[in-house]
């Protein structure tokens, strides 16, 4: 599969200083909220509620370039997690938008991110796609890992016209978490400590964030949500 990479993210400029030292995101920080444009909001699997809701900070490990492409394992090994995301308009009755750019990302199974750190020259579990005349993509991915501080979580922003209209994060089943963290490449470090409640980021906003896969750690899992964006 050909992988288009386009120069790096403008965004990265507001990072500043942001590194392992900044207190959120998707690595080996702890975490504090962030505010962030309130003009969309990510749904349940089974959620497809045409509403609006406060998004979520991007976190301290945006992607460095672009990546398209709906595999992103790039050789990270870990249950299968298949992910779709559909784009919705709450200004059109929810009709579904096509043409818009979702970028997901997310660590390993160990914690760690790729692009930074000692990971500096690695772009494992980073994506993008662009959404069809349904307003869907589909990612190929690995069930995210966890690291001190945060519930498990995959991060997830959306473009129209180059234009960032969302930023938020998605949340999993407590029970779901620990039957992977059993298994596999996840068995070694055992569960998440951080649930999701207790998460600073998911606490009082779960119930909108929330996915509920569907299969086993053999087989691997399913997963959908939906991104009502404004606009």
Same mark, same amino acid.
């Given at each position: 599969?050909?992988?288009?990479?386009?120069?790096?993210?403008?965004?990265?400029?507001?990072?500043?200083?942001?590194?392992?030292?900044?207190?959120?995101?998707?690595?080996?920080? =702890?975490?504090?909220?962030?505010?962030?444009?309130?003009?969309?909001?990510?749904?349940?699997?089974?959620?497809?509620?045409?509403?609006?809701?406060?998004?979520?900070?991007?976190?301290?490990?945006? &992607?460095?370039?672009?990546?398209?492409? &709906?595999?992103?394992?790039?050789?990270?090994?870990?249950?299968?997690?298949?992910?779709?995301?559909?784009?919705?308009?709450?200004?059109?009755?929810?009709?579904?938008?096509? &043409?818009?750019?979702?970028?997901?990302?997310?660590c390993d199974s160990?914690?760690?991110?790729?692009?930074?750190?000692?990971?500096?020259?690695?772009?494992?579990?980073?994506?993008?796609?662009?959404?069809?005349?349904?307003?869907?993509?589909?990612?190929?991915?690995?069930?995210?890992?966890?690291?001190?501080?945060?519930?498990?979580?995959?991060h997830l922003e959306?473009?129209?016209?180059?234009?960032?209209?969302?930023?938020?994060? +998605?949340?999993?089943?407590?029970?779901?978490?620990?039957?992977?963290?059993?298994?596999?490449?996840?068995? !070694?470090r055992g569960s998440?400590?951080?649930?999701?409640?207790?998460?600073? +980021?998911?606490?009082?906003?779960?119930?909108?964030?929330?996915?509920?896969?569907?299969?086993? =750690?053999?087989?691997?899992?399913?997963? !959908?949500?939906?991104?009502?964006?404004?606009?």
């Open positions: 599969m050909s992988i288009k990479k386009v120069g790096r993210r403008e965004a990265l400029g507001a990072m500043g200083a942001a590194g392992a030292a900044l207190a959120f995101g998707c690595g080996s920080s =702890p975490t504090s909220p962030d505010t962030t444009p309130s003009n969309t909001t990510t749904t349940g699997s089974t959620n497809a509620a045409c509403a609006v809701t406060p998004g979520e900070t991007a976190g301290p490990y945006p &992607s460095l370039i672009d990546l398209y492409r &709906s595999d992103i394992r790039d050789g990270r090994t870990g249950t299968v997690l298949t992910l779709s995301v559909k784009v919705v308009n709450v200004n059109a009755g929810c009709a579904a938008v096509a &043409s818009a750019d979702v970028e997901v990302w997310h160990a914690g760690n991110y790729s692009e930074y750190g000692t990971q500096t020259n690695q772009n494992y579990l980073r994506g993008i796609q662009t959404t069809n005349g349904s307003g869907e993509v589909t990612f190929t991915t690995i069930y995210p890992g966890w690291y001190q501080g945060r519930a498990t979580h995959i959306v473009k129209t016209n180059g234009v960032s209209r969302k930023i938020t994060q +998605i949340a999993f089943p407590e029970s779901i978490n620990t039957t992977v963290y059993r298994s596999g490449v996840y068995a !070694s998440n400590p951080t649930s999701n409640l207790s998460d600073g +980021i998911f606490a009082d906003s779960l119930s909108s964030e929330l996915v509920t896969p569907s299969g086993d =750690p053999t087989s691997g899992y399913t997963a !959908s949500c939906q991104v009502a964006i404004s606009i």
